[in-house]
């Protein structure tokens, strides 16, 4: 799937456009504010309010988005000043970085901010601000160069280009390191030049991700491999999305046969509350393949007792609506009934390959029909 001369330039130009429109906002922020002072004004922040009660599900995107309720954030206001100011600051530090094409992981912002004398009471304090800051541009962190430490890995037959500072015009084939290459922010950014692949498995475990490696599923499938690490992080969802979009190619989850593992085919498939704001990290034609918990049944996979918590996280997830009908409600009741969990490791009771030669096999036949 080659990219032609002419789409590269195209795809360049699109991200100038990109940038270009990212330093306007960051610039415009910092002028109403002298402008608001100019004026004899207390300058102020508008955005949407991230409370729960205006986090509400948007059935035709199929994730939750934010109401219409908005907040301020107001220097005229004692309560205000302090997280007003860490707001304008933060536009500032995103700024600094746009502009020089320097990345900054969460725990360097809060760090850097010492050196402004601009003072937070943790990361935690940080980070929040950094997502109200995502609310007020409607762009998520990663556009702002900001990333969090934990990394996923990426394996397949996949050429890129690179496009950060220093490496451009740089290509790399993904398929040329076998533990794969971390999704980092020179990766993510990078342009897809070309590829064989036919579809993207992404698996929620290193150690089955590094057996998929080992047997060839790359090969065999077709498959760009991506290994989730868990919960996916923000630009490894990204990536999926592009992948997705700009490819064509669609995605299949693998994840373990518990509710957290069909949380997170859940997220990747329709994001999550707590990124509402944002509308560029889901892959809505993703398919769940499994573990399902009638496949922990079916397999007659070595399992775990369901805890309390486990039970109780599942009585939630029937009640989301992301959960109505089709395989998400089944296979939770099926899991209440149970009450029993297990991995994907889980299959070596059948030998190492099993996975790959057997159950993977069957599941990709299955998702034909999902």
Same mark, same amino acid.
């Given at each position: 799937?080659?990219?032609?001369?002419k789409?590269?330039?195209?795809?360049?130009r699109?991200?100038?456009?990109?940038?270009?429109? /990212?330093?306007a906002?960051? %610039?415009?922020?910092?002028?109403?504010?002298?402008t608001d002072?100019?004026?004899g004004q207390?300058?102020?922040f508008?955005?949407p309010?991230?409370?729960?009660?205006?986090?509400?599900?948007?059935?035709?995107?199929?994730?939750?988005?934010?109401?219409k309720?908005n907040?301020?954030?107001?220097?005229?206001?004692?309560?205000?000043i302090?997280?007003?100011?860490?707001?304008l #600051?933060?536009?500032?530090?995103a700024? %600094?970085?746009?502009?020089?094409?320097?990345?900054?992981t969460?725990?360097?912002v809060?760090?850097s901010?010492?050196?402004?004398?601009?003072?937070?009471?943790?990361?935690?304090?940080?980070?929040e601000?950094?997502?109200?800051?995502?609310?007020v541009?409607?762009?998520?962190?990663?556009?702002?160069k900001?990333?969090?430490?934990e990394?996923?890995?990426?394996?397949?037959? /996949?050429?890129?280009?690179?496009?950060?500072?220093?490496y451009? &015009?740089?290509?790399l084939?993904?398929?040329?390191?076998?533990d !794969?290459?971390?999704? &980092?922010p020179? /990766?993510?950014?990078?342009?897809?030049?070309?590829?064989s692949a036919e579809m993207?498995?992404?698996?929620?475990?290193? &150690?089955?991700?590094?057996?998929? *490696?080992?047997?060839?599923?790359? %090969?065999?499938y077709k498959?760009?491999?991506?290994?989730?690490a868990?919960?996916?992080?923000?630009s490894?969802?990204?990536?999926?999305?592009?992948?997705?979009?700009?490819?064509?190619?669609? *995605?299949?989850i693998?994840?373990?046969?518990? *509710?957290? !593992?069909?949380?997170?085919a859940? *997220?990747?498939?329709?994001?999550?509350?707590?990124a509402?704001?944002l509308?560029?990290?889901?892959?809505?034609?993703?398919? #769940?393949? &499994?573990? #399902?918990?009638?496949?922990?049944v079916?397999?007659k996979?070595?399992?775990?007792?369901?805890?309390?918590?486990?039970?109780?996280?599942?009585?939630?997830? %029937?009640?989301?609506?992301r959960?109505t !009908?089709?395989?998400?409600?089944?296979?939770?009741?099926?899991?209440?009934?149970?009450?029993r969990?297990?991995?994907?490791?889980?299959?070596?009771?059948?030998g190492?390959?099993?996975?790959?030669?057997?159950?993977?096999?069957?599941?990709m036949?299955?998702a034909?029909?999902?």
């Amino acid at each position: 799937m080659p990219t032609s001369s002419k789409s590269k330039k195209e795809a360049k130009r699109l991200a100038a456009e990109r940038r270009a429109e /990212l330093l306007a906002q960051l %610039k415009d922020l910092g002028d109403k504010a002298y402008t608001d002072l100019n004026a004899g004004q207390f300058p102020q922040f508008t955005f949407p309010s991230r409370s729960v009660s205006n986090i509400v599900y948007d059935s035709k995107l199929k994730q939750y988005i934010l109401g219409k309720t908005n907040v301020k954030r107001s220097s005229g206001n004692i309560k205000h000043i302090r997280p007003f100011t860490q707001l304008l #600051w933060l536009a500032f530090f995103a700024d %600094k970085l746009v502009h020089q094409g320097k990345t900054s992981t969460l725990r360097d912002v809060y760090y850097s901010s010492q050196a402004y004398n601009m003072e937070f009471v943790d990361q935690a304090e940080s980070d929040e601000i950094i997502t109200d800051l995502e609310a007020v541009l409607s762009r998520a962190r990663e556009q702002l160069k900001i990333y969090p430490e934990e990394r996923s890995a990426i394996f397949g037959d /996949l050429t890129i280009e690179y496009t950060v500072p220093g490496y451009e &015009g740089n290509r790399l084939n993904l398929s040329s390191h076998p533990d !794969g290459y971390l999704i &980092g922010p020179s /990766l993510s950014t990078a342009e897809f030049v070309d590829t064989s692949a036919e579809m993207i498995i992404a698996v929620e475990k290193g &150690g089955i991700f590094t057996r998929f *490696v080992e047997e060839k599923v790359h %090969k065999r499938y077709k498959a760009i491999l991506i290994d989730t690490a868990g919960q996916p992080p923000r630009s490894t969802r990204y990536m999926l999305r592009r992948l997705n979009k700009e490819l064509n190619l669609p *995605v299949y989850i693998m994840s373990d046969g518990d *509710v957290y !593992g069909e949380h997170i085919a859940m *997220v990747i498939i329709s994001g999550s509350a707590n990124a509402a704001h944002l509308r560029d990290l889901t892959v809505p034609t993703a398919k #769940w393949v &499994g573990v #399902w918990a009638s496949d922990v049944v079916r397999y007659k996979l070595p399992t775990d007792p369901m805890t309390e918590a486990d039970i109780k996280r599942a009585q939630e997830l %029937k009640k989301d609506p992301r959960y109505t !009908g089709g395989v998400w409600q089944r296979e939770l009741d099926i899991f209440l009934k149970i009450k029993r969990k297990s991995e994907l490791e889980a299959f070596s009771k059948y030998g190492l390959t099993f996975i790959v030669d057997n159950y993977l096999k069957e599941k990709m036949q299955e998702a034909k029909s999902l």
